[in-house]
């Protein structure tokens, strides 16, 4: 077992070595934006979700196709990839590379890791309940996906991203100032309340 843990941590590490070597040059961006996610100011969650409306309402006034929304979003992706390398380092500052700043943007390579690890690790046991079970993944896969085309025909689906964007760009924040754990700890203790009444009235 410790033997298969150290071969694991080994992986781990190579491949956030790998991811490092491959982002160094959007390091001071990564960094800037860490620290967007993770509100260290009190009014990133206000500049954040301002900057997200301000985009979904030029989207929403532009209405462009999705032909056209695909071909500018590739776009800038492409622009970025080749001006971010250039001009983060004379924007930011390489000579101030810290230590600390070094640390932070290995943690963050290692959760990028991770997560994409997980991700896989949820794909494999979906492909095995598959294999495993087919009747049970039929009927999760089935409802699952009438469940969110039913939610997509309700909410118009510009709203609907806009939720679900403003959720994942705000969740590093809730997280790291304990806001999920704190009313993800009151809605259990209040499940548990709820079963123990039920209990006592059965009784």
């Known amino acids: 077992m410790t033997e298969i843990d150290n071969k694991s941590a ?22 800037a934006g860490d620290r967007v996610l993770r509100w260290e100011k009190p009014w990133f969650p206000g500049a954040l979700m301002g900057a997200t409306t ?16 695909l071909s500018c979003s590739v776009m800038l992706l492409c622009l970025a990839d080749y001006l971010v390398p250039t001009l983060a380092p004379r924007v930011f500052g390489s000579n101030k590379w810290t230590t600390e700043q070094q640390q932070r ?9 991770k997560t994409q690890r997980r991700v896989v690790g949820w794909w494999k046991r979906l492909c095995a309940l598959k ?38 760009l705000l969740l590093p924040g809730l997280n790291q100032h304990g806001i999920i754990s704190k009313y993800a700890g009151m809605a259990k203790r ?11 009235k059965n009784e």
């Open 131 to 168: 294999e495993e079970k087919p009747k049970m993944y039929f009927a999760s896969v089935i409802s699952s996906l009438l469940a969110v085309a039913w939610i997509g025909q309700q909410v118009h689906n510009l709203f609907l991203t806009y939720l679900i964007v403003s959720f994942l």
């Open 105 to 113: 943007f290995h943690e963050i390579c290692g959760n990028l890791v």
């Open 54 to 69: 301000v985009l979904f309402l030029l989207i929403y006034y532009l209405d462009p196709s999705v032909l056209t929304g």
């Open 10 to 31: 080994n992986m781990l590490a190579q491949e956030t070595a790998q991811l490092e070597e491959q982002l160094q040059g959007w390091g001071e961006v990564i960094l």
């Open 190 to 200: 209040e499940i548990n309340k709820l079963l123990k009444q039920k209990e006592k």
